[in-house]
């Protein structure tokens, strides 16, 4: 999905974060007024996706307190649902609204007589019309929009959620929730900004740029002049950087996320973890005063904090020796609980610490990190790909294999035809043939690509080039643009020194620069980037950076000034 991402906090001299609660307090009385457009007692039947996002803005008492009788997820199986009012909360999807179809149409099949309403979020597509059309219920329904576009993770982080838009926009080549995008920038740009200045590269970032500027013109009028509490705004494409993503995580937070997958900004530890029968769900963010604490630390670093912690913990539990009654009634009124709640998520996280080093030693793990460092720096390739059939042919993990293949192809601008073909054999051979599509869309985004003999391409790749930076044409070359899509990693690596050159070890305790997150290896292109214009405060003397990456880079100040690119 889209997010964004505050760069507050751990610097002494940043601003306090804006309050983004309101965004939930926003989204949640927007909720209860579309609910009580259905005066009475209703079923909710909610979408599956939505299910962790409602329950952050609205829990299950708050919408009983509006007439909710019964909650379900809705599914592809029928269910009948016992009030006289259904409600819906879907994404606009084909499918949700077929699903929707489903339930009004055996109703009418059972001459059931109920009202139904339907809420599109965060916005209803024309499409969602026509296929209630199609299924002959549009006159049985009425719907709605609720704008809930942005939710508040953490104190820094907001996200609109949307895991689809990936696949949508970059593999089908789908403008439909650019606009979407677009709103959700301005919810925050009313609530937080003016924004004075906004920086931006790759092409959906351009257009997304474009379709808010027109709403802001739209809507000039309403903005009363005060003081920003954002001030720049950043838009990166997700294809401006896919080394990144394909690189092993090495911080807490993130083999968090490797192992256990983060999900809404929560995640399951199994019992494994808790040491007791059952799982838990977790909320990761800063209000985990020992989650704050190690998120961003490299992994080296948790084990020893974790114990100083505890030993810390332990010595405050030591406090009650020796205290009088008063002094006891204080403790256990004021310190206890918070003892108690740090106590508990301690051996969380030490139980984390421990199922996420068993996986990775079993994964071989410092083999893997080795692999992707000499990828990363260009060194022994050959060995580095053999290293990759081995991880094949052991049918390690299929993701994690191919997470590999296309950090391969990244970083060597595609993979030479031999060594193309002979991988995705003996993938196919590990992990069953129905990855034939995998494979097909890996080479579509540009991902996992095979090189073209010689000559042949820079031809093609000159026109098509052209093409897609020709806006005319823009929906037609999207299909194309992955040929026009060499990845040049080797050559904005030197550009940018993504690839720090020392001769001393590597201190993860004291990190000297953004490469820790990766043990000091590499620094991520994307924050590289962020960091260089933010410096020279515009794209002035990154040319060569730009053009690397297809020259859509923009800059514009106060009132939409000077925007350059194509």
Known sequence: GSGSRGKMAGRWDAPEPPDFDILKRLARDQLIYLLEQLPGKKDLFIEAALMSPLDRIANVSILKQHDVEKLYKLENKVVQGVSDQLCFLVRPRIASVKHVAEIVNADKAASKLRKYKIIFTPQKFFMCETVLEEEGIFGDVSFDEWAFYLLPMDDDLISMELPEFFRDYFLEGDHRWICTVAKALHVLHSLFGPFTKTYGIGRCAKMTYKLWKEIVEDSENEMKPRQAEIGRVFFVDRDVDYVTPMCSQVVYEGLVDDVFRIKCGSVDFGSEVTSSNKGVKVLLNSQDKVFKEIRNEHFSNVFGFLSQKARRLQAQYDKRQGMDIKQMKDFVSQELKTLKQEHRLLSLHIGACESIM????????????????????????????????????????????????????????????????????????????????????????????????????????????????????????????????????????????????????YDLKVPRDMAYVFSGAYVPLSCKIIEQVLERDGWAGMEEVSRLLNNNEFITVGKFLNCSGP
């Open 358 to 505: 068993k996986k990775k030693t079993k994964q071989d793990f410092q083999e893997l990190l080795k692999s992707e460092h000499a990828l990363l720096e260009g060194f022994e390739i050959r060995e580095s790909t053999s290293c990759i059939e081995e991880h094949v042919n052991r049918q390690i993990s299929p993701l994690e294999s191919l997470r590999l293949m296309c950090l391969l192809s990244l970083t060597e601008n595609g993979l030479i035809s031999k060594d193309y073909r002979s991988l995705k054999t003996q993938y196919l051979q590990s992990y069953g043939y129905d990855h034939i599509l995998t494979f097909a869309n890996l080479k579509q985004i540009g991902l996992l690509t095979e090189q073209q003999p010689g000559e042949t391409l820079t031809a093609v790749e000159s026109t098509m080039g052209k093409l897609v930076t020709d806006k005319a044409v823009g929906k037609l070359t999207d299909a194309f643009s992955s040929l026009a899509r060499k990845s040049h990693f080797r050559a904005l690596s030197k550009r940018l020194n993504l690839i720090p050159r020392t001769e001393e070890e």
